[in-house]
């Protein structure tokens, strides 16, 4: 498929459903009336149980999809009724990039820096958007309001250049240690995170947090000790 693929949550949600199994079915040759799909088996990769980009993923696809709420459910562990499982992103990304007709999802830095191609996926706006830290960041940007306790989907975010199937990382920390020391040391990594990290991050092909949210992550590590 040396061009584009274009894809849509209805299709997706199907793919890791079993209901679509071949790249030539006419749901996805409707999207991609300029490209001649190969008559080629559909092979479906997923993490493994309590994993955080399960919960990405299947947040997103239950948003838009309710046979897929209903039939895998939304969480770190939902029940995936095609595809085969792993525990590590890169054993994933591995397969991925071995295996004819293969799909799945990891985090962009080790998709990318594997050389693994990636398919349009139709946003909110109606637009087809790769991944890459500006779509990312345009889906953390406007992604509506976060809580006092960082809680927030950036699933589907409205906006053009918004990628939608997008996350925060989390990091937690106790608010005292037990060690001072240590409470000190946190305190001091989280303030590197947002300040001189962020540039590193971006390196790294991680996307960047809005100012917004630098404001009350830097406004939270204050007050660990």
Known sequence: ????????VP???NIFLGKIKAWNDPAIAKLNPEMKLPELPI???HRADGKGSNYILSDYLAKVSPEFLATAGRGESPKWPVGQAFQRSQDLVAKLRNTPGAIGYTELNLAAGAGIRFASIKNAAGE????STKSIDAASSSGGKMTHDFRISLTNAPGKNSYPISSFTWLYV???????????AVADYLKWVYTSGQRIAQDEGYATLPEDV?????AKAATVR
Do not use: Q, S, W, Y
């Open 1 to 8: 498929m040396k061009n584009e693929l274009k894809l849509t």
């Open 11 to 13: 299709v997706v949600a």
């Open 43 to 45: 092979h479906v990769l």
């Open 128 to 131: 087809f958007i790769k991944p």
């Open 174 to 184: 106790p608010a005292v240690a037990k060690d001072p020391a240590r409470g000190r």
């Open 214 to 218: 630098l404001a009350k992550v830097a």
